[in-house]
């Protein structure tokens, strides 16, 4: 079971952070990420991840600002997920890269281009999906009571 910080604790973090910064680390991320180099596979994933962090990062926002803060929290842990998704990507990257060495030839006919879009490709939407659905679950997760419980 993990340990909610404090209301004050969470509450510093909002305004220290505020919204102006998380819109446009949002949008640099969507720009950024759809003039990749690294051909149309990898610059999808990363328009989807750039869109969905916009998205729940606004959606966050207006919660907030209507004072509906449990659904705020809901958002912004989905924000979060997807803004700190980049190091899943880091892990899920190398090992397709090492895993998938020997079909480089006979998939992709020796074309280390096409095996290298590929890996990163498929390494950037691991690295995303992955970590949003399983936080997506976990938030949607049945609360437990005490009847579940004995």
């Not at 819109?23 to 990420?33: K, M, N, S, Y």
């Not at 180099?37 to 907030?64: M, Q």
């Not at 190398?94 to 490709?121: E, N």
Request: proline letters at 6%; one cysteine or more.
């Amino acid at each position: 079971m993990v340990p909610h910080p404090r209301r004050s604790a969470s509450l510093a973090i909002d305004r220290d952070d505020g919204h102006r910064p998380a819109l446009a680390r949002t949008l640099c991320a969507l720009v950024i990420g759809a003039a990749t180099p690294f051909a149309p596979f990898l610059a999808v994933s990363n328009v989807a991840l750039a869109a969905l962090w916009l998205w729940f990062t606004i959606t966050g926002y207006r919660a907030a600002r209507q004072r509906r803060f449990h659904e705020h929290r809901r958002q912004m842990t989905l924000s979060a997920t997807l803004a700190l998704s980049v190091i899943a990507n880091r892990i899920w990257t190398p090992i397709l890269f090492i895993t998938l060495q020997p079909l480089q030839d006979s998939v992709f006919g020796g074309s280390k281009d096409h095996y290298l879009w590929f890996v990163a490709g498929a390494g950037a939407w691991l690295g995303w999906t992955i970590p949003f659905f399983a936080v997506r679950r976990w938030l949607n997760r049945a609360p437990v009571t005490a009847s579940r419980q004995a």
